[in-house]
Nanobody, 115 residues
Framework: QVQLVESGGGLVQPGGSLRLSCAASGSIFSINVMGWYRQAPGEQRELVASITNALMANYADSVKGRFTVSRDGGKNTIYLQMNSLKPEDTAVYYC?????????WGQGTQVTVSS
């Protein structure tokens, strides 16, 4: 069994920054890809950014140039550095992973961008 635990959400003013972390623990043999999704009220869950085992990163158009996903392989942890945050970035952010061929989700962390 694998667990994904997120941290780092909170309230920030427009233009501010936050960094999210997601640590994977449990029976980890191989991590294929990990990433971040978000879901705003009344909206569908959408991919924000992902990073493969080969450190290839992929971003939603709405966050390109503002968000950066990175991975610390030694700690089985990924990060999402979010800069120049906008009110429309407000959502619950979920960590997601394809690990050992199975799909896992974290519990979610709230990010609120408001003045």
């Amino acid at each position: 069994q694998v667990q994904l635990v997120e941290s780092g959400g909170g309230l920030v003013q427009p233009g501010g920054s936050l960094r999210l972390s997601c640590a994977a623990s449990g029976s980890i043999f191989s991590i294929n890809v990990m990433g971040w999704y978000r879901q705003a009220p009344g909206e569908q869950r959408e991919l924000v950014a992902s990073i493969t085992n080969a450190l290839m990163a992929n971003y939603a158009d709405s966050v390109k140039g503002r968000f950066t996903v990175s991975r610390d392989g030694g700690k089985n942890t990924i990060y999402l550095q979010m800069n120049s945050l906008k009110p429309e970035d407000t959502a619950v952010y979920y960590c997601h992973g394809i690990i050992g061929g199975s799909e896992y989700w974290g519990q979610g962390t709230q990010v609120t961008v408001s003045s």
